[in-house]
């Protein structure tokens, strides 16, 4: 890998830039597109621009930088098209609803490259990824139609027991507010949105502080494809407008993928919480544990990939590694001259190592680093703590101890710490002391050994890993977290059923009841009672 410490040829000159640029003065409430005549937020790309030695801000845009006014202009909307579970949506049939999400996806694919440009310039994710993110959504919205098929079908019956003529559907839970990640502002957004609306849900969407842009492309897709009010999107400051929204005791789910504190603070700021239903997906510090018969190449090319990809700005990366003791040295010198080979550069070229799009980044990674230095901790890769502008060099840190702060928080970008371990017991308290929970990667060639802390790990984790990266895919295992890393449980099945709540119609089994349940299905006079067959 290229030295680059001070290097700004690494970014693009003004003389071929060309990038896109979105200035929005409208925001999506009740159906209808209303033009904002406030205040504007600018937003600037992850990419500088080398301008004669000086790196610049590229400025792609504005979004309105709405205040609370407008925040409750959109839940009135979403409280009017809901109408208490009378509105049009939450009684459509799962049919109907899933014809508009169809419709959706049909405006959606013509937004690709799109989609995919304003992924490149405002997160700074490299095009293959970037194109990954648009067409793994396309995919999972159609699997999530084909999934809730499946779930209606198995509905679609009416059970007799005891006396009791009954049948059970799955039903919304109401107004749902939606905060998606800037790490990947498209995906993990629409597995949050897609569910929600398809059960029969209305969304009030609060697009991401990074990421934002494309979003106005996509509310006009949305706005074509869904009834009025049905979706309304949120702008401003979040401290500003969304605790006030949760004081009004009018939100049914909060779905977010966000930090713990950030989580805990808005389910506290709700009058009610016993009625608040979270889906969320939080903090992580996903530990790799390497023992002494690991396949070392194999191990490598898995914790580079897990650790690094998209600069370690992923929930699921790899943010720790216990080596063992025995094989710390050799894995180490492997270790670090991949991180090194690792292409670094701008996202049209498809680097691993792009721009960080987070104001302060930078700061807070050399903080994460001197602090580990202080404790002994040494950079042990060529290239690693060095920086130009925001493109920050994957830097592998060894020995890392519990005395220093990143053993303990999630640095969500490209820094390994590395920790040398002679006995497993060390790993293992690491994980039972440990605020989270979301998966862990085990590197072994030792079975018995393998089988005996996957018993142990499941119940800490909700996700091991043997042999493998961690990760969140495919798309309809469970992805979730124990501790402070998750509430509720999100993949293609299960996202369906966190959005909505199994509830029964009944009636005592007379000939007089029968009647009326039997004109009601021949005469498909109900929604919810009907036993029609979903191909």
């Given amino acids: 890998m290229q030295q680059f410490s001070e290097n700004i040829s690494l970014f693009p000159g003004t003389e071929w830039l060309n990038h896109p640029v979105v200035e929005q003065t409208e925001y999506l409430v009740d159906g209808e597109f209303k033009q904002w005549d406030g205040d504007f937020k600018k937003v600037y790309s992850a990419i500088k621009v080398n301008n004669n030695g000086v790196l610049e801000d590229i400025y792609l845009g504005k979004i309105p930088n709405g205040g609370l006014n407008e925040a409750m202009e959109c839940l009135d909307a979403a409280e009017k098209a809901y109408d ?17 999400v169809e419709n959706f996806i049909k405006e959606m694919i013509g937004l690709r490259e799109e989609v995919v440009q304003l992924l490149m310039w405002e997160i700074g994710k490299n095009r293959a990824d970037s194109e990954k993110e648009f067409d793994r959504t396309i995919a999972y919205i159609y699997d999530t139609i084909n999934a809730l098929k499946e779930l209606d079908r198995r509905s679609s019956r009416f059970t007799i027991e005891g006396g009791i003529i009954g049948q059970i559907r799955r039903s919304p839970l109401g107004i749902t507010l939606c905060i998606g990640p800037y790490n990947y502002p498209l995906n993990e957004t629409y597995t949050l949105l897609i569910p929600a609306l398809i059960m029969g849900n209305v969304v009030l969407f609060k697009p991401p502080k990074y990421g934002c842009l494309l979003h106005y492309a996509l509310s006009k897709a949305l706005q074509k494809s869904f009834p009025k009010g049905v979706v309304n999107y949120i702008y401003g400051k979040g401290a500003e407008v969304i605790e006030p929204m949760m004081n009004t005791g009018k939100i049914n789910v909060l779905t977010l993928i966000a930090s713990s504190r950030v989580a805990d603070q808005l389910k506290k700021a709700h009058p009610k919480v016993n009625r608040l239903r979270s889906i969320l997906g939080l903090d992580a510090k996903n530990p790799g544990i390497i023992l002494k018969d690991a396949d070392l190449d194999l191990t490598v090319e898995e914790c580079v990939a897990g650790s690094l990809s998209f600069n370690g700005q992923r929930c699921t990366a790899l943010k720790i590694l216990f080596v063992h003791e025995d094989i710390a040295d050799e894995f180490i010198k492997k270790f670090s001259a991949k991180v090194d080979a690792l292409k670094v550069g701008m996202p049209w070229n498809n680097p691993i190592i792009t721009p960080l799009p987070e104001e302060g980044k930078v700061e807070f990674l050399n903080g994460l680093i001197k ?28 020995p890392v101890s519990e005395k220093m702060k990143v053993y303990h928080i999630e640095q969500f970008g490209p820094i390994v710490p590395i920790v040398p371990f002679k006995n497993l017991q060390e790993p293992i308290d690491y994980m039972i002391e440990s605020d989270f929970g979301q998966q862990v990667s085990i590197f072994s060639k030792n079975h018995l050994e393998i089988a005996k802390m996957v018993d142990g790990f499941v119940n800490l984790v909700s996700r091991v890993n043997v042999n493998t990266q961690s990760q969140r ?40 009841n029968k009647d009326i349940f039997n004109n009601i299905v021949s005469e498909q006079e109900s929604s919810f009672l009907s036993t029609k067959f979903l191909f």
């Fill in 84 to 100: 208490n579970g009378f509105g049009y949506w939450p009684t459509l049939s799962v049919e109907e609803r899933i014809k508009h």
């Fill in 371 to 398: 602090d580990a230095e202080s404790f002994g901790a040494k950079i042990v890769n060529e290239t690693g703590g060095q920086s130009v502008g925001n493109l920050f060099a994957p830097t592998v840190l060894y």
């Fill in 473 to 512: 895919g495919p798309d309809v295992f469970p992805f979730t977290g124990r501790k402070d890393s998750a509430e509720g449980t999100l993949s293609v099945p299960d996202a369906l059923r966190s959005f909505s709540i199994r509830t029964m119609v009944a009636t005592k089994d007379s000939e007089l």
